[in-house]
T-cell receptor, first 112, second 112 residues
Framework: SQTIHQWPATLVQPVGSPLSLECTVE??????LYWYRQAAGRGLQLLFY??????ISSEVPQNLSASRPQDRQFILSSKKLLLSDSGFYLC???????????FGEGSRLTVL | AQSVTQLGSHVSVSEGALVLLRCNYS??????LFWYVQYPNQGLQLLLK??????LVKGINGFEAEFKKSETSFHLTKPSAHMSDAAEYFC??????????FGKGTRLHILP
């Protein structure tokens, strides 16, 4: 069966520091992968999605970037964090036939 | 273009009472519809999905939803609320060829 993992689960970082959140999927090949962010009271915001290795689409201009170095690995990065980058980050992969998403456990980022 | 509207950002029901969370969608083609549940500090979990088969869909934890094309609705119900149902619920729509669109979420509170 398919599983998705992301880490770290919790992260507290100072403003201006770098960021790396990692997500891996097991049990499926060539998945579509997604990064979402949840800020308090603001629902789910799609940040990036990828349909294959090295193929990244950005949904909103921001301080973050994403990379997909391997088929089942998706990384969210920043060179210099801002206070506004705080939030709950969710990685997900989708079933092509129906479009439904399966989510990881989430990573809580607090920028101080 | 697709869209989802969830009526009520917060809904409170008494334990044992009917749960009704409302979702209306807009889609130019036959949609696939989903309800997800999110417990605090966790990822989203699929509750149920409609993919053009039976219009009454049964999901996990006793929840069900009915697809009503004439009303463009996909409301989520549960006959008897339990304290463990307290969570945030997201309705979502896709048509396979486009990215999934989420509603802003409804936080369900269960009163003892």
């Amino acid at each position: 069966s398919q599983t998705i993992h992301q880490w770290p689960a919790t992260l507290v970082q100072p403003v201006g520091s770098p960021l790396s959140l990692e997500c891996t999927v097991e049990g499926t090949s060539n998945p579509n992968l997604y990064w979402y962010r949840q800020a308090a009271g603001r629902g789910l915001q799609l940040l990036f999605y990828s349909v294959g290795i090295g193929q990244i689409s950005s949904e909103v201009p921001q301080n973050l970037s994403a990379s997909r170095p391997q088929d089942r690995q998706f990384i969210l990065s920043s060179k210099k964090l801002l206070l506004s980058d705080s939030g709950f980050y969710l990685c997900a992969w989708s079933v092509l036939e129906t479009g439904e998403l399966f989510f990881g456990e989430g990573s809580r980022l607090t920028v101080l | 273009a697709q869209s989802v509207t969830q009526l009520g950002s917060h809904v409170s029901v008494s334990e044992g009472a009917l749960v009704l969370l409302r979702c209306n969608y807009s889609s130019s083609v036959p949609p696939y519809l989903f309800w997800y549940v999110q417990y605090p500090n966790q990822g989203l979990q699929l509750l149920l999905k409609y993919t053009s088969a039976a219009t009454l869909v049964k999901g996990i934890n006793g929840f069900e939803a009915e697809f009503k094309k004439s009303e463009t609705s996909f409301h989520l119900t549960k006959p008897s609320a339990h304290m463990s149902d307290a969570a945030e619920y997201f309705c979502a729509v896709t048509n396979r060829d486009d990215k999934i669109i989420f509603g802003k979420g409804t936080r369900l509170h269960i009163l003892p």
